[in-house]
């Protein structure tokens, strides 16, 4: 019965009266309420006109009278008899014939499913899918078979279905959206059950929008080299403003530069990824490089919430000396715009460099000492080290041996002479640096007896005077003429008995000819105090030579280990001609004009050769 209530004329009944949710053949009973709201008391008979279904339940007979401000209750019965709708009216009228009615109605239950009016997806990046889930519930006793109709691009799953009585299912509505828009659009929802069958509509509505990422233009520089283990956290939007985002520090692309490191070293910087529209957005990154890449990617996501920020950790870390680094990174928002963020290093060449690469210290009296200099220039702009090969019983000594050189400074590396045999000495010290390139400092000397070191100084001051004042063409015929008719006294040392190992040549005739008089007078003789001339310097071979000075293996297989095995290996032989025993060591070859490593091993690496002996050298090639 609805609770509404009408007063006409004085007396109060119900607006209408109403039988829900009835079966056929049961009986069903309301309680219905008549006033008397009149200032005198009446007299009032009651009945039910219309659907024999609707019967007042122990009707008075006679005409009942009610006070001022009394009730009448009346018990009125629904029977029905039939699978249909019922309708009636109560009828109240008082002794002097004022008549007063109340519609009374029983419809046939409705079958239809319960959903919402309407369903709100919200909003969501364009390319992504949008779902929402609608209710359907079944409040009839019996079974109802449903199917839901959706515009595009509206899915539903499942679309149709049976709901067993008292039942109620979820639906999933999903919207998958291409432009940036607000999609609305009509559901229907069909059931059929028993004998009723109808529709019932849902409106739905969705919202797409074109996400915006940005990177920030400020690099937070991590100096440490340690892994990282605090990136990739999200912060979100509060208060309606994005935090320490002003507009001016976003952009599109980014330029990361890591700038020069040295070989072995790691470099690290911090890029901000910032969306700044509302919607959650999925993105992808490409990394492109040639090669192989130098760039290490930290904290690689694939979602992005709405109006919130997270890092991307860059780290680099350079190949091979003296290359350069130029990698992109794209980074592609799905259903948005895109980022490129360009990054940028150097690999520092070490570079070492000595101010004269060969020292001659002339003649020294065996077991004497005689120390030169040279100056060891660190000409890159990173700190390298340095080692000086050194032998048993090396008659050539570098103080310091190794260390370390900051960059762009400059050392002074004393080399001391102290033959221990008279003879001539020829050795290579090789300077190694596991940063840069070997270098090769050559020393040569002649140790020689005490007569001619007592009298070499004078004797060279003399001939040189005596060189200044003639004609270079004719110094040397005249020096020669005044030898022949001056020859060596007995008991004279010679420079043949004096040094068993002779000197070798000049490496470069280009320098022989750039040196001084002084520092190479030539073949001239010099004069003991008793005017007996010295004897002249001679050229002499060098304490080692080789077969071959060209190894060329023509054109070889590359690529698998089988066609590289199959490359011919060749020999070539090195003789020792001094009369001390000669240590060969073949340093590891360094890198080619294109920054590989030389594809050629030689075996063995190290040997030892007594005077007179001499050794064979395998080298192979693996390109």
């Known amino acids: 019965m609805s609770k509404s209530k009408t007063l006409e004329h004085g007396l109060q009944l119900p607006a209408s009266i109403n039988f829900k949710a009835w079966e056929d053949g049961k009986s069903y009973t309301k309680t219905v309420s008549i006033g008397n709201r009149r200032d005198v008391g009446v007299k009032l008979s009651v009945a039910c006109d219309g659907d024999p279904a609707f019967q007042i339940l122990d009707a008075p007979k006679q005409p009942s009278f009610l ?16 699978e249909q709708d019922f309708h009636g009216t109560l009828i109240v009228q008082d002794e002097q014939g004022t008549t007063c009615t109340a519609p009374i109605a029983a419809f046939l239950p409705s079958l239809a499913p319960h959903v919402p009016s309407e369903l709100n997806l919200g909003c969501v990046a364009i390319a992504q899918a949008l779902s929402a889930t609608l209710p359907i519930a079944n409040s009839s006793n019996v079974e109802v078979m449903w199917r839901l109709s959706l515009p595009a691009p509206f899915v539903a799953t499942p679309e149709f279905g049976v709901l067993s009585p008292k039942a109620t299912i979820a639906v999933e509505v999903t919207c998958t959206m291409d432009f940036a828009k607000v999609y609305t659009g009509e559901a229907v929802l069909k059931y059929d059950a028993d004998k009723q069958h109808g529709a019932v509509p849902v409106q739905l509505t969705a919202r797409a929008q074109l996400p915006q990422f940005y990177v920030t233009s400020k690099q937070p520089k991590v ?60 993105y992808t990154l490409q990394h492109a490089y040639l ?54 290093g150097n690999c520092a060449q070490a570079r070492l460099q000595l101010e004269v690469d060969e020292i001659g210290f002339g003649y020294v009296a065996p077991l004497a000492t005689a120390t030169k200099t040279v100056i060891l220039t660190n000409s890159s702009a990173l700190p390298v080290l340095f080692q000086a090969s050194s032998f048993t019983n090396d ?55 005490t007569a001619i ?32 008719q001056s020859p060596i006294k007995p008991g004279t040392p010679s420079p043949e ?33 008793d005017s007996s001339p010295l004897p002249e310097a001679t050229s002499t071979p060098a304490p080692f030579t080789l077969d071959s000075n060209v190894i060329n293996f023509g054109q070889c297989a590359f690529g698998s280990k089988k066609k590289v095995a199959a490359i011919p290996a060749q020999s070539f032989t090195l003789a020792n001609h001094s009369q001390d025993e000669l240590a060969v060591h073949w340093p590891a070859l360094w890198l080619d004009q294109n920054g590989e490593e030389a594809p050629f091993t030689i075996s063995p690496a190290t040997a030892r050769l007594s005077p007179g002996d001499d050794v064979v050298f395998t080298i192979r090639a693996a390109p």
Do not use: M
Request: hydrophobic share 30%; aromatic share 6%; with cysteine.
């Open 223 to 282: 100096k440490s080299v340690s892994p990282s283990d605090s990136v990739g956290r999200t912060v979100r939007r509060t208060g309606g403003s994005f935090d320490n985002l002003p507009p001016e520090s976003l952009s599109t692309t980014l330029n990361v530069d890591f700038g020069e490191l040295a070989a072995g070293q790691t470099a690290r910087r911090v890029v901000t990824l910032a969306n700044v529209a509302s919607v959650d957005a999925n």
């Open 497 to 529: 008995s004096s040094a068993a190992t002779p000197a070798p040549a000049s490496r470069s005739t280009s320098r022989k000819n750039s040196r001084s008089a002084k520092d190479n007078p030539g073949p001239i003789s010099f004069k003991h105090k």
């Open 453 to 484: 070191e007592t009298n070499l100084n004078q004797h060279r001051s003399a001939q040189q005077r005596y060189l200044e004042g003639l004609p270079w063409q004719s110094s040397t015929s005249r020096l020669a003429a005044e030898a022949q």
């Open 67 to 82: 006070g001022p401000g009394t009730s009448l209750q009346l018990k009125l019965q629904f029977r029905p008899t039939a």
């Open 395 to 449: 008659p050539f000594t570098v103080t310091p041996s190794s260390g370390e050189l900051d960059a762009l400074e400059q050392l002074t590396l004393h080399v001391e002479y102290k033959p221990y045999a008279a003879t001539t000495y020829y050795h290579v010290i090789s300077i190694t640096s596991p940063q840069a390139p070997p270098l090769e400092l050559h020393c040569h000397g002649t140790a020689a007896t």
């Open 291 to 344: 090669g192989k890449p130098c760039i290490g990617i930290a904290n690689v996501g694939a979602f992005l919430a709405g109006n919130s920020k997270s890092t991307l950790e860059l780290a680099y870390s350079p190949r091979l000396p003296g290359s350069a680094c130029h990698e992109d990174i794209h980074v592609q928002v799905q259903g948005g715009n895109s980022l490129t963020i360009h990054c940028h």
